[in-house]
């Protein structure tokens, strides 16, 4: 079965530093992978997918992620972060028709970015 | 113009009162889903159709019955509402199974009280 592990629930950081959010997903079949953020109080909004093609994957507010297959991670990073980009930020997998195109998403990673 | 609009945003209701949440999509998607947002911001699919059938129940208790007049529209009805159900409730849609990404409304934050 899918699953989907967020490594951390919570990441502080200073406003203009680089961050790394972690994600490792298991699946025994080809996946589409995607980031969404919501800020509080609101839906969920895509940043970036992987769906085939390039490994780097470029997504928006200068968000990109890395899809590595031999190590099921699909990390998602900024070189620069602004206080507007705190948010929760969910990783989520999907097996495409095959399972009805449902999302399965990661426990979510909480980025608090600080002036 | 809203993509993914549900109505209402907002929903406080009793223990045993019974409740239904509207979604909508003008994205001419032939799939739309429900999804659960629990207090710890879990999220899990709940319901998934597609151009009107139902593709996924994902053993939801059936006292939630999803409804579906045309590929538009979703609406989800709760019968006998209990504190658990209290939870955020997002609505989806996207053109086919699952390979392009799922569009979201809102939300609507449901509180059983």
């Known amino acids: 079965a899918q699953s989907v592990t967020q490594l951390d629930s919570q990441v502080p950081v200073f406003e203009e530093a680089p961050v790394e959010l972690r994600c490792n997903y298991s699946?025994?079949?080809?996946?589409?992978l995607f980031w969404y953020v919501q800020y509080p109080n609101q839906g969920l909004q895509l940043l970036l997918k992987y769906l085939s093609g390039s490994t780097l994957v470029k997504g928006i507010n200068g968000f990109e992620a890395e899809f590595n297959k031999s190590q099921t991670s699909f990390h998602l990073r900024k070189p620069s972060v602004h206080i507007s980009d705190t948010a929760e930020y969910f990783c989520?997998?999907?097996?495409?028709?095959?399972?009805?195109?449902?999302?399965?998403f990661g426990q979510g990673t909480e980025l608090s970015v600080k002036p | 113009d809203t993509a993914v609009s549900q109505t209402p945003k907002y929903l406080v209701t009793q223990m045993g009162n019974d409740k239904s949440i509207k979604c909508e999509q003008n994205?001419?998607?032939?799939?739309m889903y429900w999804y659960k947002q629990d207090s710890k911001k879990f999220l899990k699919i709940m319901f998934s159709?597609?151009?009107?059938?139902?593709?996924i129940n994902e053993t939801v208790p059936n006292r939630f019955s999803p409804k579906s007049p045309d590929k538009a529209h979703l609406n989800l009805h709760i019968n006998s509402l209990e504190l658990g159900d209290s939870a955020v409730y997002f609505c989806?849609?996207?053109?086919?199974?699952?390979?392009?990404?799922?569009?979201f409304g809102q939300g609507t934050r449901l509180t059983v009280v």
């Open positions: 159709y597609n151009n009107k059938e139902l593709i």
């Open positions: 989806a849609s996207s053109p086919h199974g699952g390979n392009t990404e799922a569009f």
């Open positions: 699946s025994s079949v080809s996946v589409y």
């Open positions: 994205l001419g998607h032939d799939t």
């Open positions: 989520a997998v999907s097996e495409g028709d095959n399972q009805g195109g449902k999302l399965i």
